[in-house]
Structure formats: C-alpha cells, structure tokens
C-alpha cells in the first residue's frame, strides 16, 4: 500500500503545489485556463476545459499559477500497458525556477495513489516525452531523482522516453506474483560465488569454459575462451562451478547508452536452487561498483534480455525495486528487455 501524504503547504523548491488529479477543483480548472490562455500554450484543437479535466497538479508562487503537470491514460504498445501520459507546461518566466521539479514528485504520487485506488483502470505508471535540448544537463541523467523517471528510449523525432512503474501494478489477471525472494538470503551449505569480472581469474576462466563445454549451452559462434573473458561471477558447489553469469559492454541503440549486458546459466541439475538469484544481484553489484571506479569507460548501467526460468515468475512486476532493474519494452519475440541504470551515472 502507499501511504497517502499530505502535500507540504510551503511546497517543494518554494512553490506551493496543489494536487488537482480527478478533483475537479474548480478554482485551480479557472486558473489554469487563464495561465494557458495568457501564454498560448495550448494547441488550437485542444478545448481549455477539456485539458483542465487532466490537470495533475498545478504550482504557484506568491498566489499565481506558474506552472502545471497534466496527464491523460492510454496504452503505450511498446509496453503493453496502460501509462499515465504526463505533459508540463511553465511560465517564461519561471523556467529556470525548478518549477517542474517542484511538480514530479506529487504528480507521480497523485497519479499513483489513484491508479491504486481504481485497479479497473489498470494504470501501470507514468510516462513522459521529452526534448533533451529543452532540459539541459538534467536530460543527462538516467534517472530524474525527484520523480524517478528513468530513460527508456527514444522516440522518432529524438525525444526522450521517460517512465516510472507504480509499485504495485503487475502484468495478468489475479492474484500478484510471489515477492522477489529476499537478497539478504543466504547460500545453500556448500555454494560458494566468486567474483571475476575483470579480475584476471584464470582458474574461473578455465573452469567456465569447461562448465560450458559440459552443458553445450554456448552459440557455435561463440568461441568459450573469449565468453569466458567475460565472466562476472561464478557460482561453485564443493569445489566444481555450477553456475556463471557474463557480460558484455556495449552500445544498447534503444537508449544510446554504453551498458554492462548480463547474461546468466545455472547448471539444470542446480535450477530449483535459486542459485541464479543468487548470482543475480552479485553480479549487479559487481558490476555498478567496477563502473564508478572506472569512469572513463563510460558505462551508465546493466541491460538484460530476460530468459532465465528461476525469473519467469517474476515477470509479471515490471518494477523490481530490490534490484533497480526495470523494464524498458520488449524484443521484436516478446523476451522482457530490463535496465538497471547506475547512481551517479550520466549520458553521453
């Protein structure tokens, strides 16, 4: 459940912002007519009063609207879900005022403790489209801190594909999915995991090579010495390698960012073990600390094309917290592309 929080009357960044989501409020619906009409912001096939029916939530100073966040539902079919399309519109004269980042986070709290409140609507989260010229350096960072939006894409005019799951939305019918198991948990007796990426492991190196020769599990293109270059971490039960995860670093074109992309293989013998789960993690972790140590390699965060069965549970929850690896869309075959952005991470 969210905790319903009361809006702080001083508002964020010196704005006092007034949620106004599915309120019909008739006072902040006149204000915001008038702020579109005097800046002539609307298009001239969009009715003022219809667009007032979508306000969000509106900011003000000193007693006039400075700006406002405004939403409508529909399905993103890249997604394959109902999102809460958000615009923004600021005065002039404000621009540079923060007002909408005075606005992203009641927005997203309006629109989600709504969507919670009305689960027939089968709202998922909130999506933005935004122009990367119009937003500086801010449009540098993979995550926006104060509404959480994190890129997904691009669209075909070069604007940014923005969005943040609701928490308790999954994809189906029924009853949610099982809780992604705890991350804390610890191994079963005799499981060992080592990590390997970019350590020189030559003893994880060769023992992954055989691993995959054993299974038969690598592409025949792919030549085991150089996957095995690759490794991140391995796991090990009494001394013999059971399961490994890999990566390659490299341009993802759907968000033209340099990302870490993990693939993952667990011996079948060991997959009701959740021995991958417990790779999983480890080998985010991993990953995100050898990139803020190295810097200059430009990599902004992990990508993975989801396909390992001790997962396929917990697909139906775009949003996984514990992990910060969300869902961005779809391969052209329906495989969950997921995206795991690094803190302090910025785009090229």
């Known amino acids: 459940m969210i905790a319903s929080k009361a809006f702080d009357p001083a508002g964020p960044y010196g704005f006092d912002v007034r949620p106004a989501w599915r309120r019909d409020d008739p ?9 579109w009409s005097r ?25 006039r609207l400075v700006a406002v966040s405004t939403a409508h539902i529909e399905t993103i ?3 394959g879900a109902r999102m809460a399309v958000i615009r923004g519109a600021t005065d002039p004269d404000y621009r540079r005022s923060h007002a909408q980042l005075a606005l992203a986070a009641p927005s997203r709290r309006a629109l989600e403790e709504w969507a919670l409140a009305n689960p027939d609507e089968r709202c998922a989260g909130g999506i933005v489209f935004v122009d990367p010229a119009e937003w500086g350096d801010f449009a540098r960072l993979p995550v926006w801190p104060e509404s959480e939006l994190q890129l997904a894409g691009y669209d075909q ?20 999915p099982p809780p992604f198991p705890p991350l804390t948990a610890g191994l079963p007796p005799g499981i060992e995991i080592r ?17 995959w020769q054993r299974l038969g599990n690598l592409p025949p293109d792919t030549a085991p010495e150089e996957r095995a270059r690759e490794v991140v971490v391995a796991a090990y039960h009494d001394g013999r390698m059971i399961g490994v995860t890999t990566a390659e670093v490299g341009i993802l074109p759907r968000v033209r960012a340099r990302l870490a992309m993990l693939r993952g293989s667990v011996d079948p013998d060991y997959r ?13 972790d991993a990953l995100e600390a050898w990139a803020a140590a190295n810097p200059a390699k430009r990599v902004a965060g992990v990508g993975g094309i989801i396909e390992a069965p001790e997962l396929a549970a917990f697909q139906r929850v775009p949003h996984w917290p514990e992990t910060r690896f969300h869902l961005i869309g779809f391969t052209p075959d329906g495989r969950q592309i997921r995206v795991r952005w690094f803190r302090n991470a910025s785009l090229d």
């Open 39 to 63: 800046l002539g912001l609307l298009p001239k096939d969009v009715a003022p009063g219809q667009r007032a029916q979508e306000l969000v939530a509106a900011a003000y100073k000193d007693g």
């Open 27 to 35: 006072e902040i619906a006149a204000d915001a007519i008038g702020f």
């Open 272 to 284: 009701r073990t959740h021995i991958g789960l417990a790779m999983f993690p480890r080998s985010l």
């Open 195 to 211: 990590t390997a990426w970019r350590a020189d492991r030559a003893d994880i190196e060769k023992d992954a090579v055989a691993f």
């Open 157 to 176: 005019r070069g604007s940014q594909i923005r969005l943040r799951w609701f928490d308790h939305f999954h994809y189906g019918e029924g009853p949610p």
């Open 77 to 79: 079919d890249f997604l």
